[in-house]
């Protein structure tokens, strides 16, 4: 099993930056990737951004490209690794509720293929 923790959600006004933290514990794969998800009210989660932890390959959904970036720390494996999601310029769109994911293999955008998720943290941008 893989356990995930999200923090740094919180309340900032458009325009501002948040980052986003997932601390993974737990057991090791030799590929493995983070995704991170979010869901607003009355919509379906969607994909926002994935990373392979041994390459480093980034995947970013169109509505968060250039905006977004995606990143991970050293950690030899993916047994206490953390990735980042660093949100700069938000919109009052981009709030919802934040979800780290996990899947050992590679990146995906697709929600079902991935095994392990985190509670999820509340990002609210004000306009």
């Known amino acids: 099993q893989v356990q995930l923790v999200e923090s740094g959600g919180g309340l900032v006004q458009a325009g501002g930056s948040l980052r986003l933290s997932c601390a993974a514990s737990?057991?090791?794969?030799?590929?493995?990737?983070t995704g991170w998800f979010r869901q607003a009210p009355g919509k379906k989660r969607e994909f926002v951004a994935a990373?392979?932890?041994?390459?480093?390959?980034?995947?970013?959904?169109?509505s968060v490209k250039g905006r977004f970036t995606i990143s991970r720390d050293n950690a030899r494996d993916n047994a206490k690794k953390t990735v980042y999601l660093q949100m700069n310029s938000l919109k009052p769109e981009d709030t919802a509720v934040y979800y780290c994911?996990?899947?050992?293999?590679?990146?995906?955008?697709?929600?079902?293929?991935?095994?392990?998720w985190g509670q999820g943290t509340q990002v609210t941008v004000s306009s």
């Open positions: 737990g057991r090791t794969f030799s590929t493995y990737a």
């Open positions: 990373i392979a932890w041994s390459t480093g390959w980034t995947s970013y959904a169109d």
């Open positions: 994911a996990g899947r050992p293999g590679l990146v995906a955008d697709t929600e079902a293929l991935y095994d392990y």
